[in-house]
């Protein structure tokens, strides 16, 4: 149980005797007002929330030692040992993560336009230069079926997609296309503060991805969601548009082995939460094929620098993501080739824009490129899966 300093002892006893739970230990988080000396609360003082096997903790502090942020902390921490956080009009429950018998990695995120699925993209890439990988991504567009692909989509197999109401850029088609890994596409619905999905269907897509039988499956998150899987590594990517204090963000950190900062990430705030390796890394756009200094509108999610493109850049869009916008900045677009993260409306809006005008389309991927980061993954990655 979680109390402090602003309420009397007797009152705390008097809780305790109530309360359907036999509390083994309480845990002084602050305060001082109402402190004596030598105060008795009926119960053992411990100094940490692992200190005593308990099944679960009790908040009976309050304002002002535990404020909104002090307490998603606090609650982090319960969560991230696993264990069920409840107070007197909440209760916040661990994720429900699943085993798999195939070793795994999971890459996770603070949120969106982070670089995630690049990482995700980046470390199955790696790891498949001596290795069998298998990628799960799930996504608010995947499929309602785990869908298995082997061979990396066309832009016209892409096109197909669209056109039959199917959403063209989940992120399992992006790394299909563009790291050339075998991939399972998952769909998931909604986001719990810490995470889990109200629906998903990963658990039946990493069952699809074992009978490959490969050394090792790399789970890619959705958003702020989590892969619900019980990885024996996972990789948190963020920068600095999220707050690693925010909710329960630092729940998240508090489970990842590895923090990789895409651009201004808070690593005081990170540190203060737990000590944690943090590797920077930065995000390059590549087309996949060569632009030869031709015209070319760039058309992207956020802010991929576009200065070492072999071309003649004549149009930038971040707005991938706002169809309004989008069409309507199409209208004034003259270019001989398209580039085009696959995200979003790159396919059903862009690509459909650009073959209607008699220009070319060409896919660009998000190459990270890091000091660190390579010898980082590779000392994740369980040694029973290393070929």
């Given at each position: 149980?979680?109390?402090?300093?602003?309420?009397?002892?007797?009152?705390?006893?008097?809780?305790?005797?109530?309360?359907?739970?036999?509390?083994?230990?309480?845990?002084?988080?602050?305060?001082?007002?109402?402190?004596?000396?030598?105060?008795?609360?009926g119960v053992p003082l411990v100094d940490s929330l692992d200190a005593v096997e308990v099944d679960v903790v009790i908040d009976l502090s309050d304002e002002p030692v535990l404020g909104p942020r002090e307490r998603m902390l606090w609650a982090?921490?319960?969560?991230?040992?696993?264990?069920?956080?409840?107070?007197?009009?909440?209760?916040?429950?661990?994720?429900?993560?699943?085993?798999?018998?195939?070793?795994?990695?999971?890459?996770?995120?603070?949120?969106?336009?982070?670089?995630?699925?690049?990482?995700?993209?980046?470390?199955?890439?790696?790891?498949?230069?001596?290795?069998?990988?298998?990628?799960?991504?799930?996504?608010?567009?995947?499929?309602?079926?785990?869908?298995?692909?082997?061979?990396?989509?066309?832009?016209?197999?892409?096109?197909?997609?669209?056109?039959?109401?199917?959403?063209?850029?989940?992120?399992?088609?992006?790394?299909?296309?563009?790291?050339?890994?075998?991939?399972?596409?998952?769909?998931?619905?909604?986001?719990?503060?810490?995470?889990?999905?109200?629906?998903?269907?990963?658990?039946?897509?990493?069952?699809?991805?074992?009978?490959?039988?490969?050394?090792?499956?790399?789970?890619?998150?959705?958003?702020?969601?989590?892969?619900?899987?019980?990885?024996?590594?996972?990789?948190?990517?963020?920068?600095?548009?999220?707050?690693?204090?925010?909710g329960l963000n630092a729940y998240r950190v508090l489970i990842s082995d590895l923090v990789v900062d895409t651009g201004g990430a808070d690593r005081k705030e990170i540190a203060a939460i737990v000590d944690i390796p943090v590797v920077s890394?930065?995000?390059?756009?590549?087309?996949?094929?060569?632009?030869?200094?031709?015209?070319?509108?760039?058309?992207?999610?956020?802010?991929?620098?576009?200065?070492?493109?072999?071309?003649?850049?004549?149009?930038?869009?971040?707005?991938?993501?706002?169809?309004?916008?989008?069409?309507?900045?199409?209208?004034?677009?003259?270019?001989?080739?398209?580039?085009v993260e696959l995200k979003a409306a790159a396919i059903d809006v862009v690509a459909e824009a650009a073959l209607a005008r008699g220009a070319e389309v060409v896919l660009a991927a998000n190459d990270v490129v890091s000091d660190e980061l390579?010898?980082?993954?590779?000392?994740?990655?369980?040694?029973?899966?290393?070929?």
């Open positions: 149980m979680l109390i402090d300093g602003e309420h009397y002892a007797p009152v705390v006893r008097d809780v305790l005797a109530v309360l359907p739970y036999e509390v083994v230990g309480a845990l002084l988080v602050g305060g001082t007002e109402k402190l004596r000396g030598g105060d008795d609360y982090s921490r319960v969560l991230a040992l696993g264990m069920p956080y409840v107070g007197a009009d909440f209760r916040f429950e661990p994720p429900p993560l699943e085993p798999v018998d195939t070793p795994s990695l999971a890459v996770i995120g603070l949120g969106k336009r982070v670089g995630k699925t690049a990482v995700a993209g980046h470390v199955a890439r790696l790891l498949a230069e001596d290795r069998r990988v298998v990628v799960v991504a799930m996504g608010r567009g995947g499929p309602a079926e785990p869908e298995l692909i082997e061979t990396p989509p066309t832009l016209d197999d892409l096109l197909a997609l669209a056109r039959s109401g199917r959403h063209a850029a989940s992120d399992h088609l992006e790394t299909a296309a563009l790291v050339g890994v075998p991939t399972v596409g998952c769909r998931r619905a909604g986001g719990g503060l810490a995470g889990a999905p109200l629906a998903d269907n990963v658990l039946d897509g990493a069952r699809l991805a074992a009978q490959l039988e490969p050394d090792i499956i790399v789970f890619d998150g959705s958003g702020a969601a989590l892969p619900p899987i019980a990885a024996d590594a996972r990789i948190l990517v963020t920068n600095g548009a999220h707050d690693v204090r925010a890394a930065e995000l390059r756009l590549r087309p996949v094929e060569p632009l030869a200094g031709r015209r070319t509108a760039v058309f992207t999610t956020g802010p991929a620098p576009t200065d070492g493109l072999d071309a003649d850049v004549v149009h930038v869009s971040r707005n991938l993501a706002r169809r309004d916008a989008l069409r309507e900045e199409l209208e004034t677009v003259d270019a001989e080739v398209y580039l390579d010898e980082r993954l590779l000392a994740l990655v369980p040694e029973r899966s290393r070929t």
